[in-house]
């Protein structure tokens, strides 16, 4: 079994920034199987979950959304077990409701991810 807790979240005003740690616990130790890859994915009121940033545990590689480059960032510490998201001048339209996943693959469909957290609540306000 796969655990994924999230935090970090909260009140923010436009232009602040934010740093969401997502800690994994459970099956993750060899990290080439169904949690090879984490991600962070958010969700607003009456919208899809949409895809926000992905890392491998193994070599730390990267892949971000188009819309968020050069505002947030994902990183991982693997002795903490720990994935982030560095989040930067941030904007009233990035509220949201924002989830850690693992994936086998690095990928930005949110069906192939398999394992989910809560997720930690982001506001963004004017």
């Known amino acids: 079994q796969v655990e994924l807790v999230e935090s970090g979240g909260g009140l923010v005003q436009a232009g602040g920034s934010l740093r969401l740690s997502c800690v994994a616990s459970?099956?993750?130790?060899?990290?080439?199987?169904?949690?090879?890859?984490m991600g962070w994915f958010r969700q607003a009121p009456g919208k899809e979950r949409e895809f926000q940033a992905a890392?491998?545990?193994?070599?730390?590689?990267?892949t971000s959304a188009p819309s968020v480059k050069g505002r947030f960032t994902i990183s991982r510490d693997n002795d903490k077990n720990t994935v982030y998201l560095q989040m930067n001048s941030l904007k009233p339209e990035d509220t949201a409701v924002y989830y850690c996943a693992a994936s086998p693959s690095l990928t930005p469909t949110a069906g192939d991810y398999r394992y989910w957290g809560r997720g930690t609540q982001v506001i963004v306000s004017p």
């Open positions: 890392i491998t545990w193994r070599t730390g590689y990267t």
């Open positions: 459970g099956r993750t130790s060899d990290r080439t199987s169904d949690t090879a890859v």
